[in-house]
């Protein structure tokens, strides 16, 4: 692909909004990064990655950090920094590349190939993916889907000005119970390569 394609995916939890990424990076034939990115940053910096998971997407505690000559005593900002540095060399040299979350849509908005989506979905549609996913109960999964969406949320304006799942901070939002995941699929490979071919005119 010549010209750069960066789309992010901000998502609910259990919206699909994973599924839907993983579809957009086979369509267009570029790589997908989500749970892989925290591998991919240890393997550049030469980090143990078990020294860094239960610390991704983790909200920074401002009562216990500090920054100091531009480094942190939070090992959650930590992570996120690097991830966040880590997705902004990859755009710099002009990879095209599909990612799930991590404030993609904040850190990378100058780049002019990107396009930013946030998937969400009816609250049922929600619960009964997760008992599908998990094995889990309504009840539970509903707590679940709670829990998650409140941890994305903490994480996502600990770093950024814009808030989580507000509209005005993505190019589109779709409601993905309203099509299924497959032609909500579709509806995105739409909008997508219109833009791009606006901004190729």
Not at 55 to 83: C, D, M, Y
Not at 127 to 137: A, D
Request: with cysteine.
């Amino acid at each position: 692909m010549s010209e750069q394609l960066i789309i992010s995916i901000g998502r609910e939890f259990g919206s699909g909004g994973h599924e839907i990424a993983r579809r957009l990076a086979e369509h267009y034939g570029i790589q997908l990064l989500d749970s892989n990115l925290l591998s991919e940053v240890a393997d550049e910096r030469n980090l143990d990655v078990r020294n860094l998971e239960g610390l991704e997407e983790k909200k920074k505690i401002p009562l216990f950090s500090r920054t100091v000559r531009g480094f942190s005593s939070s090992p959650e900002e930590n992570v996120a920094l690097l991830q966040f540095d880590y997705l902004q060399k990859k755009a710099s040299r002009g990879d095209s590349f599909v990612v799930v979350g991590r404030c993609s849509e904040n850190i990378l908005k100058e780049y002019g190939g990107l396009i930013s989506i946030f998937v969400l979905a009816d609250k049922k549609c929600k619960i009964e993916r997760i008992m599908r996913m998990y094995g889990l109960t309504g009840s539970v999964a509903e707590k679940f889907i709670c829990e998650k969406d409140m941890e994305r949320k903490r994480y996502h304006n600990s770093f950024c000005e814009g808030k989580w799942g507000d509209s005005r901070n993505y190019d589109i939002s779709v409601n993905s119970s309203r099509l299924g995941v497959e032609e909500t699929v579709e509806l995105l490979v739409d909008y997508i390569d219109r833009r791009r071919k606006r901004r190729e005119a």
